[in-house]
């Protein structure tokens, strides 16, 4: 895919964002339990500082919630329990600072997918610069004859990424994606990681990432947390943040990243020779 | 046309049951073949009417014959007064069911999308829904007498409802995580509505909408029956203190295709509607 200097990401107009930084303050959040009168935590004492620009990925077993973390941080749920800020301020319900790929595509069935990437622009802007931005983003995710189908017309794959466009289009201070490779092949999964790193690049965003995929962690993120329960913890919470070492794109053979795999690998329960197998 | 006429009303049913046979033809089959098909009763039910009726098996005192429901519409049309009922009776239909469908989605969107306005109005509207349509008719005649109001307001009841149920049922009913999904690019309130949740509810308004239009129908005909000086409601109670019972059938068939070319009118908007909003 030519990556190459396309218009949106050289653009002026559309790299006026600032990218911010996203505060965790001993953050809990605990959902009132079916039927009975207790609640389950589901996080506890989540305690994070993400610097202006730098891409997290969170890592955690199923049910850990990685996704209530992104929605709280998005101003979509509100914590129980401390506080999460953006640029220093509070975050407001359904934060405008920020753009959030969903774990599911969430596209409105009756707009063609251009229209759905639309819907992310950011208000106020020219509509030609709008229908601009949005062909351009519907290219860069690699769905320009598929512009006018509709979301029930296509795979699951492109639905997931014509969210990420979605998101992306908003151009926000904080990017929050969940899990926004998990539907594609591992070919798309690649040419897609270039071009979130691509846009970051271009335009430096603030980005939480979750994934499910360890090496897809070491390859984008500058930092990854891993969540999780501890020994005797009632909820979840970071159990590891690992600084991935090296610039991008990382050289994924090298050892010290293997090391960090491993750890993080033993950090979600897999044991470590397992790992080290399934390395060779 | 006045073979289906014919043939709906020889079925002895109002326009209610016009509805339920408009359905959309099932993919695969031609147009034509759909056509005749659905022809293919009527001609029966007209074949066999008019052999009843020619062979005297029925008495027309109690079965008038083909020919003579027809000369019943040639009569009255020859002194203008066949063109004139239809035409109010088609009138206040629309123009109430206008008004109801235009209030039913107003209340309907406000009911189905604030929990307040649920717990504060959803309860009257029902118990003003509970009340049977006749009910309404000495009221309304005692304040508005017998001129227009009265009707109209009654045709606007009757369609009102269908509609407001719909509407307010389906927008509680909007995929959740897409509305979230509005909200989390920054739509709000109207913008939210026209963007997300009214193109979501487009294809159950347009069956709430068929549904109001057949009960404008049904309540025409309650009020003409009892308070009226023209429309096909007064052809029906007036022929039936006269003895026309050709007359009565005429009514009774015009109603009949009246209210199938309106309902099939809908018909076609929903089908658009469900083919590009579902
Ligand atoms: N609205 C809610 N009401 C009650 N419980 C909830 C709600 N949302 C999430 N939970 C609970 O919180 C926990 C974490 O959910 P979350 O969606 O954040 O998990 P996750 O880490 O994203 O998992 P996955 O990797 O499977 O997507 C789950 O046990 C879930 O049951
Ligand atoms: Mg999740």
Redesign the pocket.
């Known amino acids: 895919m030519a990556l190459t200097q396309p218009p949106l990401l050289s653009r002026s107009s559309h790299v006026t964002n600032r990218a911010f930084s996203v505060e965790f303050a001993g953050l809990g959040?605990s959902?009132?339990a079916p039927k009975k009168k207790t609640s389950?935590g589901?996080l506890g004492d989540v305690t994070l500082r993400i610097e202006p620009g730098e891409i997290v990925a969170i890592l955690?077993?199923?049910?850990?919630?990685?996704?209530?973390?992104?929605?709280i941080a998005g101003g979509l749920?509100s914590p129980t329990a401390g506080a999460v800020t953006i640029d220093g301020t509070p975050v407001t319900p359904f934060d405008a600072r920020c753009a959030i790929g969903f774990?599911e595509p969430r596209l409105l069935p009756w707009r063609t997918l251009s229209d759905n990437v639309a819907l992310g622009l950011p208000r106020g802007g020219s509509r030609t610069d709008g229908r601009e931005i949005v062909a351009e983003l519907v290219s860069l995710v690699g769905l320009s004859n598929f512009a006018g189908h509709t979301p029930r017309q296509i795979s699951g794959g492109m639905a997931q990424r014509t969210s990420l466009a979605r998101a992306l289009a908003r151009n926000p201070g904080v990017l929050l994606l969940?899990?926004p490779f998990g539907a594609l092949d591992a070919l798309t999964r690649l040419r897609m990681q270039d071009l979130l790193l691509e846009v970051h690049r271009a335009a430096p965003t603030t980005v939480l990432l979750?994934t499910?995929d360890v090496d897809e962690a070491l390859q984008l993120a500058d930092r990854v947390i891993l969540?999780g329960k501890g020994q005797d913890d009632a909820a979840n919470g970071i159990q590891q943040v690992v600084t991935v070492p090296g610039i991008r794109p990382r050289d994924r053979g090298s050892a010290e990243l293997a090391e960090l795999r491993a750890q993080l690998l033993g950090g979600l329960g897999i044991e470590r020779h397992a790992a080290g197998q399934e390395h060779l | 046309m006045s073979v289906d006429a014919t043939a709906y009303a020889a079925t002895g049913n109002a326009p209610a049951v016009a509805v339920t046979l408009s359905r959309a033809p099932r993919p695969g089959s031609r147009r034509w073949a759909v056509v005749i098909g659905g022809a293919l009763l009527p001609a029966l039910i007209l074949a066999v009417w008019q052999f009843v009726t020619a062979t005297g098996a029925v008495a027309t005192s109690q079965l008038p014959s083909p020919q003579m429901v027809w000369e019943a519409a040639v009569d009255l049309a020859q002194r203008g007064l066949l063109w004139q009922y239809v035409a109010i009776s088609t009138q206040r239909v629309v123009i109430g069911f206008l008004i109801g469908a235009a209030l039913g989605l107003a209340l309907g969107a406000v009911v189905g999308l604030s929990r307040f306005a649920d717990i504060l109005l959803a309860p009257t509207l029902g118990a003003i829904r509970a009340v049977p349509s006749l009910a309404w008719v000495p009221l309304l005649i005692l304040w508005f007498k017998i001129g227009e109001e009265s009707k109209i307001i009654l045709i606007t009841i009757g369609a009102f409802f269908p509609v407001y149920t719909t509407v307010a049922a389906a927008l509680r009913h909007v995929d959740r995580q897409l509305v979230e999904a509005g909200r989390a690019f920054g739509y709000r309130g109207a913008r939210l509505f026209f963007t997300v949740q009214l193109p979501a509810v487009i294809p159950s308004v347009a069956s709430g909408l068929r549904l109001a239009l057949a009960q404008a129908w049904l309540f025409l005909v309650a009020a003409e029956l009892i308070a009226a000086s023209m429309g096909l409601g007064f052809l029906l109670s007036d022929s039936g203190n006269n003895g026309r019972i050709d007359r009565i059938f005429l009514a009774i068939i015009l109603l009949a295709v009246l209210g199938k070319v309106t309902d099939s009118i809908l018909a076609l908007f929903e089908r658009w509607a469900v083919k590009k909003w579902a």
């Open positions: 959040r959902f009132p389950t589901v955690g077993p199923s049910g850990c919630g990685k996704s209530t973390l992104l929605r749920d774990q969940d899990e979750v499910h969540l």
